[in-house]
């Protein structure tokens, strides 16, 4: 049984199911292999670190599980249903209701509140703006900073916005949250503090929680460590 799993979580079917997924890239007449034939189960309610040395794929594997890319051959299930053949409106709509993203570089529109950068994935939405104001409060809570939400990212340290970064990320209640580097720009203490606030939202909340990291330090965080190296999932340490 993995670190922190209840037995309910290890007897529960899997809520990310990846078979054989093979990602290529093209340079001109030359095929780059990015993944070869990864194979995972991810559980809901896990805390899922991915670590290896860049170029081993971790990114590649983080944003095909996101929908933002798709695999060249393989499959994958969310949920028990085959999103491997789904149109690209068919993944927007589900990034949109299952995931929220997390990046090394914050990705804060720098003339825009806090408050504001919370309720961009809102704009497209049917929610009415009064219920939009209402979801990004509540998120900036969620992270300990409705007292900077009307604040600019030029305002706010590096950590603060990326707790305002997973703030937008938590807006629409996303049943995964996905996280590239999260620390990677970060002082140490600010690091940790990210990552505490990721365990909590994953102990507390329930969310399931991937991130990758080439820091070995941020593993203890979390319940399982998939490692990464030459497009391969090398196999999990016990």
Request: glycine share 10%; with cysteine.
């Amino acid at each position: 049984m993995m670190r922190g799993a209840t037995p309910a979580q290890s007897s529960a079917p899997p809520l990310v199911r990846l078979e054989g997924i093979q990602r290529l890239y093209r340079t001109g007449d030359i095929e780059v292999p990015a993944l070869r034939g990864v194979t995972a189960e991810i559980r809901a309610g896990e805390f899922v670190i991915v670590m290896g040395p860049s170029g081993s794929g971790k990114s590649t594997f983080l944003n095909i599980l996101g929908c933002l890319d798709r695999p060249t051959s393989g499959r994958y299930w969310l949920a028990g249903e085959d999103v491997s053949q789904k149109s690209a409106d068919q993944l927007a709509e589900l990034r949109n209701r299952t995931f929220g993203f997390v990046f090394q570089n914050f990705n804060l529109l720098p003339r825009t509140t806090a408050l504001e950068n919370v309720e961009l994935p809102l704009y497209y939405s049917r929610v009415p703006l009064a219920e939009q104001r209402r979801r990004a409060l509540r998120a900036l809570e969620r992270v300990g900073l409705a007292d900077r939400a009307r604040h600019y990212p030029g305002q706010l340290s590096g950590g603060q916005q990326q707790r305002v970064a997973i703030a937008r990320a938590l807006v629409n209640d996303p049943a995964i949250l996905l996280a590239d580097e999260p620390t990677g720009n970060l002082d140490s203490e600010s690091g940790r503090e990210i990552m505490s606030l990721f365990r909590s939202l994953n102990r507390q909340a329930g969310i399931t929680v991937i991130v990758v990291t080439h820091e070995p330090e941020i593993a203890a965080y979390g319940d399982r460590l998939l490692l990464f190296r030459d497009g391969r999932v090398l196999g999990e340490p016990s």
